[in-house]
């Protein structure tokens, strides 16, 4: 056994030594897009007092964060496969490659950000959430938060693209940490900046049927373009954010009702952002390997993971280890510098490493199968790989996160 055990373990050396580039430019992403998702930790700590005043908010929160990452780590996907097949051109002109995925993900933003007002007050109320805000408050904050947020992750997400041509970088390792932290680090204060617009008269209703109709007439718009690539992204797109939103708001359900235990430890919603986007990192950086892999023949879509494939296992939880201590230890620390308390930095590591290995393990199972299964369809896993791992991640994630809280003795 022992002897077996040292064989594996060369071997996964030996993976290593030889895809270095991978293992520096991966666990470089990971770890910056951490130490940024502090900063979404922290401000989601600062606002105990808007989430209880606006009862349902939290309900919203997973969904309209893991949607930000699911537009635009699908299109950090897609142009990271351009990339490689040596197709990405940056341009302005509307009908290119990239200028499709641009349009894409602003219809998709708008119309997504919709539909998911509408699922967190439906979820919210079926879940007896008492007293939640109303659907045109929560229209107002999903749309306009949404919007907010959108244009500064596309910009990083084009600017990164760019910098990955450049500098020879593969976008499949650093898309997906990077513009998910992004997406988590403006759209909480863009989400709380939108707040400040519900509960005006007759302002906040014009306002929800304003963004309500672009929404809609974006998504209708997108379909009837001439545009081949835009169309074929949006419909194949919309049918998994909705249910990678629906997902993501059951997963703020499931925060929501633990709402007493982490306003008693209000560190440990500095946890949550950063534990959350790491899962769906991890996941998505396998999920765009994989299509990668898929998309120029590397892998076969087989029941049985080959060589190649269970190589990025291993590399998934190389990487998961020192993610989830530093996102713990970190935690901890800022929480306790901005005057928020937690239940110890030992217990925090544990809640983390607990909850981390569980999330983990099934995201390798999901991005695995989840690419092969959109392949053997015919569909475009990166569109398909990004969105399903990061939104099952959030409920998995939300779920083993609180299991290791219980198991840990904390709540």
Not at 150 to 157: C, F, K, Q
Request: proline share 4%; glycine share 10%; hydrophobic share 55%.
């Amino acid at each position: 056994m022992a002897r077996r055990l040292r064989r594996v373990g060369a071997r996964f050396g030996a993976r290593l030594g030889s895809d270095a580039a991978t293992v520096r430019q991966g666990l470089a992403a990971l770890l910056v897009s951490s130490g940024g998702d502090l900063l979404a930790g922290l401000t989601l700590g600062a606002i105990t007092h808007t989430l209880e005043h606006l009862p349902g908010l939290l309900v919203l929160v997973p969904a309209a964060i893991g949607m930000r990452g699911n537009i635009f780590g699908a299109l950090g996907s897609r142009l990271g496969t351009t990339i490689h097949a040596g197709t990405f051109r940056v341009s302005r002109r509307r009908d290119t490659v990239v200028g499709q995925n641009i349009l894409a993900s602003c219809a998709l933003t708008l119309s997504i950000s919709l539909a998911l007002a509408v699922l967190a007050k439906a979820v919210a109320v079926a879940f007896g959430v008492p007293n939640t805000i109303s659907v045109v408050d929560f229209v107002v904050i999903s749309v306009v938060g949404g919007a907010l947020s959108s244009v500064v992750v596309l910009v990083l997400t084009l600017a990164v693209a760019a910098r990955s041509v450049s500098k020879g970088w593969d976008l499949d390792n650093v898309a997906a940490p990077l513009v998910t932290a992004a997406g988590d680090i403006v759209t909480l204060p863009s989400l709380f900046l939108a707040t400040y617009l519900i509960g005006v008269n007759w302002v906040s209703p014009l306002l929800a049927l304003a963004t309500a109709t672009l929404s809609a007439a974006a998504f209708v718009a997108a379909l009837r373009a001439g545009l081949p690539l835009l169309r074929r992204i949006v419909r194949e797109s919309a049918p998994v954010l909705l249910v990678a939103g629906t997902v993501d708001v059951l997963a703020g359900v499931t925060i929501e009702k633990r709402l007493a235990s982490f306003l008693v430890f209000p560190g440990l919603l500095v946890l949550v952002p950063p534990f959350l986007e790491d899962t769906g990192a991890l996941g998505g950086i396998l999920s765009s390997r994989l299509a990668s892999k898929l998309h120029l023949g590397l892998i076969e879509p087989r029941n049985v993971p080959q060589r190649a494939a269970r190589g990025d296992f291993w590399l998934t939880f190389f990487f998961a280890a020192p993610v989830f201590v530093l996102v713990a230890v970190s935690a901890d620390i800022a929480a306790t510098v901005a005057g928020l308390a937690t239940p110890g930095v030992v217990r925090m590591v544990a809640v983390s490493l607990i909850g981390g290995f569980l999330a983990t393990s099934f995201a390798v199972v999901i991005a695995y199968y989840g690419a092969i299964a959109s392949y053997r369809l015919g569909l475009d896993p990166d569109n398909h790989g990004i969105p399903l791992i990061t939104s099952s991640m959030d409920l998995i994630g939300a779920f083993a996160l609180i299991l290791a809280i219980v198991l840990v003795g904390i709540g």
